[in-house]
């Protein structure tokens, strides 16, 4: 197939796509593992099996080699998202004045890269108390990351923030699960897109209830 | 036989290069067995009588199957209804009073003419790029030498439908041609004679629609819901697979 | 004075074809790529003949007035293709698809032409296939065929109810594939305006470019008509709304004989029209007559619910009148029946010009999954526009103007009487004499496109002087291109008070009246005096807004109409002169007590072709039939 010009496949407009999903599934593998992890904080052992876990990911050089491909997924999921976004803006310069969408789709589809900003200056924020603190600012020496935790979600306004954000994640994650899917053209026939939704939406909803207790324990029950 | 009064928000335009504006006309005493399309005919008729000039839009078969019309009705591709494009759709669709508004599609892609009448030879020239199977006249072998299973046939027809109006492009938020391009390439690539030019013809056909301008699918699936011929947005998941195995696969021919 | 050289090839009737083509004179390939033949319309005809023409290696431009060649009304074909295939083992063969459309036009159409259709129809099926068309299959995955229009055998291939737009986009396909490979250049949004003529040869065309306003003019060495029937004469009919004869009548005027132009077909089931804003008619297949049965009340005026109307108190007509055909009998036939209940005062709906086509009975006997199977999509189409479910309340339906068998006149090789014009498709004289059968209008395009052209062409092509490239330097170019353009502004000058519209309503309802499904002289005459003035009254009344130099849809539309009404004279003045009732031609003097057709072999065994004078009357010339292969009958289906 030499004889046809071609560009390069993560140029083209089903190239990004895949980019987005295969970065998509990859993060969405990471949130799967992240949440295993951040339950132990309803253990009530007072955080030692939290600690013992924090404690590995932060000093294990496979987590280490691990943080930095995650890193680079997020990079690339975020910039081509916003990337697409424009992009998908240009090709309509006027837009219309009365436009029906809801009657078409659902809200959180196209909302993609809104729910995703909202995402991430929630993942800078979150970042910035759980990750930069503790391992640049030294606050990984004062307390254990229980004690950040306790004490981060003690704060109201945080908490709400947080769990804002979850919601935001689970229609990004609704969404994004069904779309990874078809993008990499898995949806081989109705039934099974059906049947992808339906695992997404309960995925997402399991991802997002699964975060929320954690904030909702904390000021509930301590 | 009831009749209402509608009032139109018109997009008029006179060329390409013009700003463009929406007008406002009345449409009285509109009998409700009217298409919309005749509604328009009234209208223009009266427009004319005026001294004014008529509003242009493209028709042609006025039942649903040229793919000629295509209008953004109140918000929606080819107006109110589901699997219906807008010659097909009745006044009896639409309430006393109404204001409803009519634009053209809307897409770098597809620009406008004229008032409604929008410039889609981005679909011709996406099937120019390799929307075919190389066949000469006189080649062809024994009809029934090519045995198909039924639920293959079926798939490939139902993907067949596609009558390139545009809808899903207007409809999509990203003016995105995957649906359209996706029907066609299903069609080809489910049928035995279309095999030997799989790979290259969707490679050819992605390009091209790449090069002419249209956004990005985001897998939202308007396009589907507002497709007057309900073309399944299964095949944008197997354009997606069918693009990515041409590329990503490594074949002993590529070099 | 003239006289009309079919050229139809010595032999007997299965050799002349074969024969033919030994005998033709072909174009070296080196040659082809110096010739230059521009098709214009990309229906069936037109897309297949360019695309198999690019494939030969000719240099082709090819025309349409739509945004893209997939438009074209071929599109809109649903029941299917006939082809003589004999996959179900049912006696077919081509010698019964043959004497069926011979006979199905009432002995009108040339032996030799017929069977060479009937010859080429199975490669047209094998071709189009090949092309990825997908056709409707069975479980053991060869392909399904079913009976339609009421033939005894079962050699109609189709894809759902859509078979016009696959086998349509099929053929737009092939043709993309040469405009991609730069073998032909597709000029979309262009409307032909006038043929031109040197020294008696066709030359080129002259066009106009729908969105800028542009005149400009084409060279060809040779030139293919594809523009389809002129149906929209009538103004209502199923023909899409761009449907025109301006290629055709302005080669007619130029030179090219008109045959039978008289020659209408009226479909029987179409959606009756609601009221004078109706814009066009929408056919329903006439497969639908398989199971359904056509009645109206045996009460004139009798207005109650069809639902409401006892058993005995229904007439079944086309039952009670045809017992061997019932409601299978041919579309002339059931149009003629369900015009004269209505003309009796039985009509049903609204307006009294509809008949109901009932399902309830074909629910009961086969229940209505069954019937949902065999005509969902039909029914649906059917509530879309009328808003009335048919599993419930019977259809209505009316016959409708939709095809023309009438044309430019062509010989056995397509071409017209001008030397290097062709016509291919609806728009020539075709092969269905005075009626078609149902599934062959597509089994024509196809096969004059992909079968026929493509050899006759070289024969013509071999003997022109193609040393020099051709160009539009000729006066005669210049000549046609102020004569389009002056025939535009004086459009555009009237700015009278009528619209194009209500005058061509006007004048189709005229046609429709006295021209239609039943004509007699009386009639005819009145006709003709009433068609003159409202001709009249458009070059002085009507009002086309905007300028040319722009895309101007009244423009476009004035512009066609204004050639329908000269068209629509010589329609009336073909069913004038032919004194017998034959296929789609009724005249009211020519029938038996009980209301059947006679026809006059003796005297009409030709085709009338007409040729038009500069002083705008006509010289008709007859080109006697001559069969040798079947037997004259008179068609019964009692």
């Keep these: 197939m030499s004889t046809i010009a071609k560009t390069a496949v993560f140029s083209t407009s089903i190239g990004k796509k895949l980019v987005m999903a295969l970065t998509g599934i990859f993060l969405i593998t990471f949130l799967i593992v992240h949440l295993s992890g951040n339950l132990l904080l309803l253990k009530g052992d007072n955080g030692e099996a939290f600690n013992a876990y924090a404690r590995f990911m932060e000093t294990s050089p496979l987590i280490r080699i691990l943080e930095l491909i995650l890193a680079v997924g997020f990079l690339f999921h975020i910039v081509m998202g916003i990337r697409l976004a424009l992009e998908n803006r240009r090709a309509r310069p006027i837009r219309y004045q009365v436009n029906k969408a809801t009657e078409n789709s659902t809200f959180y589809s196209r909302f993609m890269v809104w729910s995703g900003i909202t995402v991430l200056f929630f993942l800078l924020l979150h970042l910035w108390n759980f990750f930069f603190q503790h391992r640049f600012l030294g606050l990984g020496a004062k307390e254990t990351m229980y004690e950040t935790v306790v004490r981060t979600f003690k704060e109201p306004i945080y908490s709400i923030v947080y769990i804002i954000a979850m919601v935001f994640l689970a229609f990004h994650l609704n969404h994004g699960f069904q779309s990874a899917l078809q993008s990499s053209g898995l949806q081989i026939n109705t039934n099974l897109g059906k049947r992808i939704k339906s695992i997404g939406m309960l995925f997402s909803i399991v991802i997002c209830a699964g975060f929320t207790a954690i904030p909702l324990y904390f000021l509930i029950f301590t | ?255 | 004075m003239f006289t009309l050289d079919s050229k139809i090839p010595e032999g007997n009737l299965a050799d002349k074809w074969k024969n033919h083509k030994a005998n033709l004179k072909l174009v070296a390939p080196h040659n082809k790529r110096k010739l230059e033949i521009l098709v214009v319309g990309t229906g069936l005809a037109g897309s297949s003949a360019a695309a198999s023409l690019a494939e030969l290696g000719y240099n082709v431009k090819v025309f349409t007035y739509h945004d893209s060649p997939r438009r074209a009304h071929s599109i809109a074909a649903q029941g299917g293709i006939n082809a003589a295939k004999n996959y179900r083992n049912d006696g077919d063969s081509v010698e019964r698809l043959f004497y069926d459309t011979i006979k199905g036009g009432d002995f009108r159409a040339r032996e030799a032409n017929v069977y060479r259709l009937a010859e080429v129809s199975v490669n047209i099926i094998d071709q189009c296939v090949a092309q990825g068309v997908p056709f409707a299959r069975e479980y053991g995955g060869l392909l399904a065929t079913r009976s339609f229009g009421g033939t005894q055998v079962m050699r109609t291939f189709y894809a759902r109810g859509q078979t016009g737009q696959q086998l349509l986009l099929g053929a737009y396909s092939a043709l993309s594939r040469q405009v991609g490979a730069g073998t032909a250049k597709l000029f979309p949004r262009t409307e032909l305006l006038d043929i031109v003529v040197i020294d008696g040869v066709c030359k080129g065309i002259v066009v106009r470019n729908l969105v800028t306003g542009k005149i400009e003019s084409h060279f060809g060495h040779a030139v293919l008509l594809c523009t389809g029937g002129y149906g929209n004469v009538y103004y209502l009919s199923t023909n899409a709304k761009n449907s025109n004869c301006t290629a055709i009548w302005r080669a007619h005027k130029r030179g090219a004989f008109f045959g039978n132009p008289c020659f209408v077909q009226v479909h029987p089931t179409c959606i009756p029209q609601t009221g004078d804003y109706q814009s066009k008619l929408t056919l329903m297949s006439e497969s639908l007559r398989n199971d359904g049965r056509v009645w109206v009340p045996k009460q004139k005026g009798d207005k109650r619910p069809p639902n409401q109307i006892p058993e005995e108190e229904r007439d079944y007509y086309l039952e009670r009148r045809y017992p061997a055909f019932g409601n299978l009998v041919p579309r002339d036939v059931a149009s003629r029946n369900a015009k004269y209940v209505c003309d009796e005062g039985r009509g049903v709906g609204e307006t009294g010009q509809a008949v109901y086509l009932d399902f309830s009975d074909a629910i009961r006997r086969l229940g209505r999954d069954v019937i949902e199977q065999r005509y969902g999509n039909l029914f649906e189409m059917y509530e879309k526009i009328t808003n009335e479910n048919p599993y419930e309340v019977p259809m209505r339906i009316y016959p409708a103007v939709h095809y023309t068998m009438g044309g430019l006149w062509v010989d056995y090789n397509l071409m017209t009487t001008i030397p290097g014009l062709y016509a291919l498709g609806e728009a020539n004289f075709s092969d269905h004499g005075a009626n078609r059968l149902g599934a062959s209008a597509l089994m024509q395009g196809l096969a004059d496109g992909y079968f026929i052209i493509p050899y006759t062409i070289g024969d013509y092509l071999a003997r022109v002087d193609f040393s020099k490239k051709g160009n539009t330097d000729h006066p005669a170019f210049k000549d046609a291109e102020k004569s389009a353009t002056d025939r535009l502004r004086k459009l555009l000058d009237i700015k009278g008070k009528k619209t194009v519209d209500e005058l061509h309503r006007q004048a189709g309802k005229i046609l429709w009246d006295y021209c239609g499904i039943t004509r007699n002289a009386t009639d005819l005459k009145e006709a003709l005096e009433k068609y003159r003035n409202i001709r009249e009254e458009f070059w002085h009344q009507v009002n086309v807004p905007g300028t040319g130099e722009e895309l101007n849809q009244s423009l476009e539309k004035a512009n066609r109409v204004s050639d329908f009404l000269e068209l629509g004279e010589l329609m009336i003045l073909d069913a004038l002169h032919r004194n017998e009732s034959c296929g789609c031609h009724l005249r009211e003097e020519y029938m038996t007590e009980d209301g059947e057709a006679i026809r006059n072999d003796d005297e009409y065994c030709y085709v009338a072709a007409w040729e038009y004078k500069k002083d705008g009357t006509w010289d008709l010339h007859k080109e006697y039939l001559v069969f040798e292969n079947v037997k004259l009958t008179q068609r019964s289906y009692k």
């Design chain 2, 1 to 255: 036989m009831a009749t209402i009064s509608v009032t139109l928000k018109v997009w008029r335009q006179k060329s390409r290069n013009d700003s463009g504006r929406f007008e406002t006309y009345f449409a009285k005493d509109i009998n409700t067995e009217m298409s919309f399309l005749e509604m328009l005919d009234v209208v223009n008729e009266n427009l004319i009588r005026e001294g004014k000039e008529p509003i242009a839009f493209e028709h042609d078969c006025r039942e649903g199957i040229c793919g000629s019309c295509g209008l953004y009705v109140n918000g929606r591709a080819h107006g109110p209804l589901k699997g219906t494009t807008i010659c097909q759709v009745h006044m009896r669709s639409f309430k006393d009073g109404e204001t409803i508004y009519v634009e053209p599609w809307r897409a770098k892609a597809f620009p406008i003419i004229k008032d409604l009448i929008v410039d889609r030879s981005a679909f011709d020239r996406i099937i120019q790029a390799g929307g075919f199977i190389s066949v000469d006249t006189g080649s062809a072998v024994e009809a029934n030498s090519i045995p198909i299973p039924k639920a293959i046939a079926d798939l490939a027809f139902e993907a067949a439908t596609c009558i390139g109006c545009g809808a899903c492009v207007a409809a999509c938020k990203n003016a995105s041609a995957m649906l359209f391009v996706s029907a066609k390439v299903t069609h080809l690539a489910l049928l035995p004679q279309g095999q030997a030019e799989r790979y290259r013809r969707v490679i050819k056909m992605v390009e091209q629609m790449d090069a002419e301008g249209f956004g990005n699918c985001s897998n939202t699936g308007a396009c589907e819901a507002e497709c007057p011929k309900s073309i399944s947005l299964t095949n944008i998941a197997r354009l997606n697979r069918e693009y990515l195995a041409a590329r990503l696969v490594p074949r002993q021919y590529d070099n």
